[in-house]
């Protein structure tokens, strides 16, 4: 098992920036990638970025390329959201994903979520 726990969400202007943090603990040598999604009220969940745990390959959505950069600390288990840039369209429950590889088998484990609320 691997429980995560995100932070660092909040209230910020359009064009301000913000860091979230998801902290994994548990089976954390199993992990393979963390990754970012996204969900907008009345919207479905969507993909917003991912990191491979050991080697660091990350890829983005079109949407917050160039904005925001997604990084790890494997010391920490933590894996980070940097978004800069913020706009009104960013607003959303953002939730971390944590993929693990245990004995041959996928798991897939999800944190609380943080809300990120980006004002005009």
């Known amino acids: 098992q691997v429980q995560l726990v995100e932070s660092g969400g909040g209230l910020v202007q359009a064009g301000g920036s913000l860091r979230l943090s998801c902290a994994a603990s548990?089976?954390?040598?199993?992990?393979?990638?963390m990754a970012w999604f996204r969900q907008a009220p009345g919207k479905e969940r969507e993909f917003v970025a991912t990191?491979?745990?050991?080697?660091?390959?990350?890829n983005y959505a079109d949407s917050v390329k160039g904005r925001f950069t997604i990084s790890r600390d494997v010391a920490k288990n933590t894996v980070y959201l940097q978004m800069n840039s913020l706009k009104p369209e960013d607003t959303a429950v953002y939730s971390c994903k944590a993929s693990a590889l245990n004995s041959n088998r996928w798991y897939e484990y999800w944190g609380q979520g943080t809300q990120v609320t980006v004002s005009s």
């Open positions: 548990g089976r954390t040598s199993s992990l393979y990638a």
């Open positions: 990191i491979e745990w050991s080697g660091g390959t990350t």
